[in-house]
Each structure stands twice: as C-alpha cells, then as structure tokens.
C-alpha cells in the first residue's frame, strides 16, 4: 500500500509527465470548491477593497508560505533525516489550497451555526467537511470525490478522530436562555469538536492503511480536556507545515488589513506587542542597523503604520522571521517517517505569533463590530437550513433533491449545499426565502 496510491483506479496518459503532486494541484485548482473560496471572507465580509483578503486569497498565502517551508527547511537542515521525505512543492500547495475548502459561508459562525444545525445527526466542522469535499463531493472521479493520492489526504487530514469519539457529550450544542422572541445561538456550546466527520470513516481508514494497527490507534489517540471536547495529538509532517503556514498567514496577513482598513490602532498595537517581539527585532537590528536608532520597537511600528509601502516591507520581513525560524521535532514512537517527524515554530518567535494572533482576535474579530456581523450571518445559515429541512421536495433545487432522495433524506445533504454556498449566495437565498420585497424567479443566486 503506498503513498502514491488513490481510491480508485487511475492511469495517467502515456505522455503525461506530471507527478503525484501536479495532478492533485491541478485538481484543487480547477475545482468548483476553489472557485467558490474567492465569495467567502477570511474574518466575515468586511467591505469591497483592495486589501481585505477572502478564503481564496488567504489559502493561496498559505499555499505559498507552505512552499516557502519545505524549500527553507531542505537549506537549513540539509542532512537531517526527515530532508528525503519533505513534499514537492506542487503537493504541498495543493494541501495549501485546500485546507479550507469546507468553512462554510460566515467564516466560524457560520460552522457553529452548521453544528448546531447538525447536532443531533453527527455535527458540523470545517476540517472535516474539508476532508468529505476532497473525498465525495468534487466530481473528478465516480465516487472518490477529486481522488487524490493518499499523501496529499493525509496532508489535508488535519484531525484524525471521529466526531463520535472526540466530542463531548457533556456539551451539546443549544440556544441560549433568556431571549423570549429570538433564538440565539450558544456559542460555546455550539463550537464543534475538531474531528473528521463519522461518515467519512472508511476514507480515514483507507488514508491511514498503510500504518501498522498499533501506529493508526497511536496517531488517532485523543487526549480528554475538562469542560471541552476531546483534542487529536498528531499530525502527518505535511499537514504540520501547512499548519505552520496557516498560522503565518493568519497571524501576519490578518494584521496587514486590520492595520490597512483602519480596523485596529497603533497605540493599542504598541501596548500588545511591547515587549513579545524581542526575536524579531533583534534580526531588524542585525540586518538593518542603519535603518533606526536604537528604538527598533517604534521603528517597526511606524513602518507598519505608515505608508502602504512600508508596510507591505515589514509584513514580508516578518513572514521571512517567522517562515526561517520553523524545524523539525521528533515523536518518537512511530516507524513510518511520515508520522515520525513533524514542523513546529518554537521559542520567541511562536510567542510572537501566538501575540500578533492574539491582538487580530481580540481587537478585529471579538470587535462588536465584527461579532453583530457574525450573529446575523449564524442566524441566516439556521433559517436557511432549516426551512431547506422542513420541506426539502419544494424548496431544495432539483440536482440537491436527488441527492437527498439518493441518501434517503440524510440531512448531511443539505449540510453540503448550505456549506458550499458563497457567503452572498446564503444572503441571496436567505432574501429569496425570508424577505418581504416581491422575489422574481429571474433573480440569479
């Protein structure tokens, strides 16, 4: 059983000279769950600009500072053990580009909205609606979704539990009390467990075959957390560079357009990261000692809240400081290489990003501003589904009725449609369904 191998049978063309990793790029780039990241916002539809970035725009930088690892860690640790197995770059950015094909329209309230939704047959989480798109909903093959070769799913396989196992069933999602006219959604209650859905366990099981029984129970260990669900241990060694690269991009690119739309201000920035990014600017001191004086702190940030050039200068350094500080850690226990050795960012510089990502969430996106937006779209994607729920023969659109009727009405069906919707495709349908104004069968979707 090998690496290379996909769920069904495929034989590329003679003259063909593409390698496991272009074909599976090829099939997330020109897929319609790419397409359909460029309509769904990294933190919720903050306006049309140049700056704000979308799913689409955020998984390309993932995918690139992904790339940007592999070749890094190939320089930097040229003789160590895990420099064979590291990815080409066509299949690490394919891993890149995917990784967030399943959040749904409205960003994490949109997927905690789907959860509870889903509460009561098997939940909602978009990693795990990730791994079912790659694995049975694109149409690239009869019933392997885009069939990909198994590395690149092992890659994409960020939580490798069953819902079943890693949730809490202490902690089901629900309303909250008080409101007497309007349903409000529990919002820790609702945050789903991060798992691979139940029904997608045989594609779990066909990924991790290759491992030794006592390896696949060893990688799919939970570890119980009192008060919240279960948490997964391990990840494959692509899936952690993506997962470093996912970190980078939120944590420096987030900041970029909070900083570009006015979002956040410098004093607020200054009290947050005085002091938690000594890493970074002793590197600004070493390779740029003419450029301040010996107020390096103030200098950076001026440099970030100043023009837009300087600022697109001191983004990219600070991608280069974090991106050059990644290495290789070992777990020990595992025989396959695969598992064996993983990518982390430790020490200074991930408490500096563990800060940067501190303040976008704090000051953007537990804004008020921002949480009213969140909770407007949580109850969008209910009403949708819901109402799609209760008379699915009159309401769903022919292609998603058969499914429903080919699945004997299983409403994980419905769970994909409303998933794969654009975030202005759930306003639209949601005005189509709810709104007063006279609808017209011309309106588009």
Same mark, same amino acid.
């Given at each position: 059983m090998s690496w290379h191998a996909r769920r069904e049978n495929w034989n590329p063309q003679a003259e063909d000279a593409r390698e496991d990793g272009d074909i599976d790029y090829a099939r997330v780039i020109h897929s319609a769950s790419f397409r359909?990241?460029?309509?769904?916002?990294?933190?919720?539809?903050?306006?049309? @600009?140049?700056?704000?970035?979308?799913?689409?725009?955020?998984?390309?930088?993932?995918?690139?500072?992904? +790339?940007?690892?592999?070749?890094?860690?190939?320089?930097?640790?040229?003789?160590?053990?895990?420099?064979?197995? %590291?990815?080409?770059? @066509?299949?690490?950015?394919?891993?890149?580009?995917?990784?967030?094909?399943?959040?749904?329209?409205?960003?994490? +309230?949109?997927?905690?909205?789907?959860?509870?939704?889903?509460?009561?047959? $098997?939940?909602?989480?978009?990693?795990?609606q990730t791994l079912r798109i790659l694995a049975r909903l694109e149409t690239f093959s009869a019933n392997a979704g885009a069939n990909l070769c198994r590395r690149t799913l092992l890659g994409v396989l960020k939580y490798p539990a069953p819902w079943s196992a890693a949730r809490n069933p202490d902690i089901a999602p629900k309303l909250l009390g008080g409101p007497s006219t309007i349903r409000v959604l529990d919002p820790r209650a609702c945050k789903p467990p991060k798992c691979h859905f139940d029904s997608e366990q045989d594609v779990v099981d066909w990924i991790l075959a290759p491992l030794s029984p006592a390896e696949r129970a060893r990688f799919q260990t939970l570890e119980p957390v009192p008060g919240k669900h279960a948490r997964t241990l391990h990840k494959s060694l692509d899936c952690t560079i993506m997962d470093v690269a996912d970190d980078i991009a939120y944590g420096v690119h987030d900041l970029e357009d909070a900083i570009a739309l006015g979002l956040v201000t410098r004093d607020a920035f200054t009290a947050a990261l005085d002091g938690r990014c000594a890493s970074f600017l002793d590197a600004l001191k070493e390779k740029y000692p003419g450029e301040s004086e010996n107020d390096v702190f103030s200098h950076m940030v001026e440099g970030l809240f100043g023009g837009a050039n300087s600022r697109k200068r001191f983004v990219s350094r600070l991608v280069h400081h974090f991106l050059t500080g990644a290495h290789y850690v070992e777990k020990k226990g595992f025989r396959e290489p695969?598992?064996?050795?993983?990518?982390?960012? @430790?020490?200074?510089?991930?408490?500096?990003?563990?800060? %940067?990502?501190?303040?976008?969430? =704090?000051?953007?996106?537990?804004?008020?501003?921002?949480?009213?937006?969140?909770?407007? $779209?949580?109850? !969008?994607?209910?009403?949708?589904?819901?109402? %799609?729920?209760?008379?699915?023969?009159?309401?769903?659109? =022919?292609?998603?009725?058969?499914? &429903?009727?080919?699945?004997?009405?299983?409403?994980?069906?419905?769970?994909?449609?409303?998933?794969?919707?654009?975030?202005?495709?759930?306003?639209?349908?949601?005005?189509? &369904?709810?709104?007063?104004? !006279? +609808?017209?069968v011309f309106d588009r979707l």
């Open positions: 359909r990241l460029q309509g769904k916002t990294q933190i919720l539809n903050l306006g049309d @600009s140049d700056f704000y970035r979308t799913r689409l725009t955020h998984s390309l930088e993932v995918a690139q500072i992904a +790339g940007g690892l592999a070749r890094q860690l190939a320089k930097s640790f040229p003789d160590h053990a895990a420099a064979p197995l %590291l990815p080409d770059r @066509s299949l690490i950015h394919a891993i890149g580009c995917t990784h967030d094909f399943g959040h749904p329209p409205f960003g994490h +309230g949109g997927e905690v909205a789907l959860n509870y939704c889903m509460r009561d047959v $098997g939940g909602f989480e978009g990693n795990g695969l598992l064996r050795w993983r990518v982390t960012l @430790s020490g200074p510089r991930r408490d500096f990003l563990d800060a %940067l990502q501190g303040f976008v969430v =704090r000051e953007v996106i537990a804004s008020p501003e921002v949480q009213q937006l969140e909770f407007k $779209g949580q109850a !969008m994607v209910v009403a949708v589904f819901e109402a %799609l729920a209760a008379d699915p023969a009159r309401l769903l659109p =022919r292609e998603e009725r058969d499914r &429903l009727d080919a699945a004997d009405g299983d409403l994980r069906v419905i769970c994909d449609y409303v998933a794969a919707m654009t975030d202005t495709h759930l306003l639209r349908t949601y005005e189509r &369904l709810f709104s007063p104004r !006279m +609808g017209s």
